[in-house]
């Protein structure tokens, strides 16, 4: 069956500006994960929803970021305001339930010029 | 705090060699969730294993083995018989298993070449 879907795959964007980066999980799929990577580091969490709340959102950087999942699946990652710190691979991953294993999309690599 | 060591940052080995792959790792917790994670140059995370801190048992899957040894706080990882399409980063990561803490603390991975 289909994995995890992110798309865009690749966004460059100049400082300053707003981003929205989306995720599609595995259909059934209750729990939702965004991760950010940077060049030759592990995955860093950012925020994770079970169903349609944010459970626990304290990774994300500050009030620059924000996700939503307003029906329990397709989740938004919104940047406002990049800064070229923000460039990094966004990952986005699903589980059938907290505690299941976390199934990870390609990401998206963000880039600010 | 929890922490993720994997200490080997590189390493390269001859195709057919065994190899392991190094993971220590620091928390205060008495019960946890250990894990191994597969990244090859595509980008996606593949997910290996996942070991409960109660079970010491060590783990076989085909040419993959694990060795948790909690008295020493290491989870390291196995290739017996490394092959090309081995090459990828590996992460190893630590999870609470208190219920509602899925945060996923990896590693800063170390990255395998199998030269053919």
């Known amino acids: 069956g289909a994995g995890v879907s992110q798309t865009p795959s690749n966004k460059v964007t100049e400082k300053g500006k707003y981003v929205e980066l989306r995720c599609d999980p595995i259909?059934?799929?209750?729990?939702l994960y965004w991760y950010r990577q940077s060049l030759g580091q592990g995955p860093e969490f950012l925020i994770y929803?079970?169903?349609?709340?944010?459970?626990?959102d304290s990774g994300l950087p500050n009030d620059r970021f924000f996700a939503v999942r307003p029906e329990g699946s397709v989740s938004t990652l919104k940047i406002q305001r990049t800064e070229r710190g923000d460039s990094a691979v966004y990952l986005c991953?699903?589980?059938?339930?907290?505690?299941?294993?976390?199934?990870f999309g390609n990401g998206t690599r963000l880039t600010v010029t | 705090a929890q922490k993720v060591t994997q200490a080997q940052t590189e390493i390269s080995v001859v195709e057919k060699e065994d190899v392991t792959l190094d993971c220590v790792y620091e928390?205060?917790?008495?019960?946890?969730?250990l894990f191994w994670y597969k990244q090859p140059p595509s980008g996606e995370l593949v997910f290996l294993i996942r070991?409960?801190?109660?079970?010491?048992q060590n783990e076989i899957s085909g040419r993959y083995s694990w060795n948790f040894q909690k008295s020493t706080s290491s989870f390291n990882f196995t290739i017996t018989a490394s092959q090309v399409v081995d090459s990828a980063v590996y992460f190893c990561?630590?999870?609470?298993?208190?219920?509602?803490?899925?945060?996923?603390?990896f590693g800063t991975g170390t990255r395998l070449t199998i030269i053919p």
């Open positions: 929803f079970q169903g349609t709340g944010a459970a626990d």
């Open positions: 991953a699903s589980s059938l339930q907290g505690g299941s294993p976390l199934h």
């Open positions: 928390t205060r917790d008495t019960t946890y969730y």
């Open positions: 070991r409960n801190s109660f079970d010491e």
């Open positions: 990561a630590l999870r609470r298993a208190q219920g509602g803490n899925e945060k996923l603390t």
């Open positions: 259909s059934g799929h209750t729990a």
